[in-house]
Nanobody, 114 residues
Framework: QGQLVESGGGLVQAGGSLRLSCAAS????????MAWYRQAPGNQRELVARISYGGSTNYADSVKDRFSITGDNAKNAVYLHMNSLKPENTANYYCQADSMASYWGRGTQVTVSS
């Protein structure tokens, strides 16, 4: 059974940077794409960034100039590099993977103080 474990969240001041990591394990079939979603209290979960096995990426408009998603197929890992963080980026960030099914991690909290 595939598992995703996120790390790297924390408290950062506005304008700062964080790198989130997601490690995948236990997958029987190839992971075709991995993504980062986020959910703030009272809001719906939304896509932040996605990367395919071939390296194609797409981003939410609100982050495309500040965030970068990278992946390591050999390690089954994905990273989210977040720069120029804003208080409105505060949320629980979830890793998601598409394989034979959709898998989710438990999330890592990112808090940006003003």
């Amino acid at each position: 059974q595939g598992q995703l474990v996120e790390s790297g969240g924390g408290l950062v001041q506005a304008g700062g940077s964080l790198r989130l990591s997601c490690a995948a394990s236990g997958f029987t079939f190839r992971i075709n794409a991995m993504a980062w979603y986020r959910q703030a209290p009272g809001n719906q979960r939304e896509l932040v960034a996605r990367i395919s096995y071939g390296g194609s990426t797409n981003y939410a408009d609100s982050v495309k100039d500040r965030f970068s998603i990278t992946g390591d197929n050999a390690k089954n890992a994905v990273y989210l590099h977040m720069n120029s963080l804003k208080p409105e980026n505060t949320a629980n960030y979830y890793c998601q993977a598409d394989s034979m099914a959709s898998y989710w991690g438990r999330g890592t909290q990112v808090t940006v103080s003003s």
